[in-house]
């Protein structure tokens, strides 16, 4: 049994997967846009994440572009059963690195193609529409529109279960309204905390909630108390945001970015830490305190 077994499963779709997975986006190279920094050690991370059983890896084909994906197919393909490879569609790249909405009914299927062909797939598991009325930010509008053509792409048999990105509370019930909903992935932390309602009740609804930036993202979290926190746990900062993720709703599946193969360990190894009650009070206090 790999530690990261202990911190169980929750379903994603008809699937259920560990608890604990890996962010695959940091490997395009910096600022997302391809070439990778070290194609090697991108490659070795993959690899290590599935021998220390990964079986949940979130990517998309505008990491890169397309270079995330290709990294997953060499390292990984042909894919050991059970593994469940995540996708988002809905932007594109610029040339200069921007992102781009991408939600007329040629670009999400294109963008579906891509994915597929890219990762060596006949069916992706599990596609995320990305919303981009906002880029950074959830933004209201409807989503009716590019999720019927989710739908359509479903029934032709290219994509098994869809999920929603950067969404608001209202998006979620709008898309419910549609189609079966597996996932929903929003930015998400110990600082950043303006989902905790989504949370409980997407929990209530047996969905799972995919946190992006449960590190910080590109400015990992620092904060005084979670550094003496993990101190006192005799473990890193990082960990302790990991475990409080864990802890703070069985419905909340991780997806911790690395680009290193001794961060990988690092935050698998947050299986294993326990948060006394004592330290999620003291926790809480880092909310929209800790840069995020
Ligand atoms: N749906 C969306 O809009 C969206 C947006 C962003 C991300 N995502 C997904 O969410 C995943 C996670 O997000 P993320 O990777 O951007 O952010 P993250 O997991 O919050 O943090 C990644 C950052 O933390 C650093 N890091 C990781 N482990 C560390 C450790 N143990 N100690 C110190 N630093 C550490 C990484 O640097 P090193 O490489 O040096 O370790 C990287 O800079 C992504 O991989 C992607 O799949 C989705």
């Given at each position: 049994m790999?530690?990261?077994?202990?911190?169980?499963?929750?379903?994603?779709?008809?699937?259920?997967?560990?608890?604990?997975?890996?962010?695959?986006?940091?490997?395009?190279?910096?600022?997302?846009?391809?070439?990778?920094?070290?194609?090697?050690?991108?490659?070795?991370?993959?690899?290590e994440?599935?021998?220390?059983?990964?079986?949940h890896?979130?990517?998309?084909?505008?990491?890169?572009?397309?270079?995330?994906?290709?990294?997953?197919r060499?390292?990984?393909h042909?894919?050991?059963?059970?593994?469940?490879?995540?996708t988002?569609?809905?932007?594109?790249?610029?040339?200069?690195?921007?992102?781009?909405?991408?939600?007329?009914?040629?670009?999400?299927?294109?963008?579906?193609?891509?994915?597929?062909?890219?990762l060596?797939?006949?069916?992706?598991?599990?596609?995320?529409?990305?919303?981009?009325?906002?880029?950074?930010?959830?933004?209201?509008?409807?989503?009716?529109?590019p999720?019927?053509?989710?739908?359509?792409?479903?029934?032709?048999?290219?994509?098994?279960?869809i999920?929603?990105?950067?969404?608001?509370?209202?998006?979620?019930?709008?898309?419910?309204?549609?189609?079966?909903i597996?996932?929903?992935?929003?930015?998400?932390?110990?600082?950043?905390?303006?989902?905790?309602?989504?949370?409980?009740?997407?929990?209530?609804?047996?969905?799972?909630?995919?946190?992006?930036?449960?590190?910080?993202g590109?400015?990992?979290?620092?904060?005084?108390?979670?550094?003496?926190?993990?101190?006192?746990?005799g473990?890193?900062?990082?960990?302790?945001?990991?475990a409080w993720?864990l802890?703070?709703?069985?419905?909340?599946?991780l997806?911790?970015?690395?680009?290193?193969?001794?961060?990988?360990?690092?935050?698998?190894?947050?299986?294993e830490?326990?948060l006394?009650?004592?330290?999620?009070?003291a926790?809480?206090?880092?909310?929209?305190?800790?840069?995020?």
């Amino acid at each position: 049994m790999s530690s990261i077994d202990q911190v169980g499963t929750f379903s994603l779709g008809d699937r259920r997967v560990k608890r604990l997975g890996y962010g695959a986006m940091q490997l395009a190279g910096p600022g997302v846009f391809g070439p990778p920094k070290d194609r090697g050690a991108a490659l070795a991370v993959l690899r290590e994440a599935v021998a220390r059983g990964v079986d949940h890896i979130d990517t998309s084909d505008f990491y890169g572009p397309h270079v995330t994906n290709q990294l997953i197919r060499e390292a990984l393909h042909p894919y050991r059963a059970g593994l469940t490879l995540v996708t988002k569609v809905g932007a594109r790249r610029g040339a200069d690195g921007s992102w781009i909405p991408a939600f007329s009914r040629e670009e999400l299927t294109q963008a579906v193609h891509d994915n597929l062909h890219n990762l060596g797939l006949e069916v992706l598991d599990v596609v995320n529409l990305r919303c981009m009325f906002s880029v950074h930010h959830p933004a209201e509008g409807s989503l009716e529109a590019p999720l019927r053509v989710l739908v359509d792409l479903q029934r032709q048999g290219l994509v098994r279960h869809i999920g929603l990105s950067n969404v608001t509370r209202a998006q979620v019930a709008e898309g419910r309204r549609i189609c079966a909903i597996a996932c929903v992935q929003n930015q998400y932390n110990l600082a950043h905390r303006g989902d905790d309602a989504l949370i409980d009740e997407l929990a209530r609804e047996g969905i799972a909630y995919v946190p992006f930036f449960p590190l910080g993202g590109f400015t990992p979290l620092q904060s005084s108390t979670l550094s003496e926190v993990a101190a006192r746990l005799g473990a890193t900062p990082m960990q302790v945001a990991l475990a409080w993720l864990l802890r703070r709703s069985p419905n909340i599946l991780l997806i911790p970015g690395t680009s290193s193969v001794a961060h990988l360990r690092e935050n698998l190894a947050a299986a294993e830490l326990r948060l006394p009650d004592d330290v999620l009070q003291a926790l809480d206090t880092v909310a929209g305190i800790a840069s995020a």
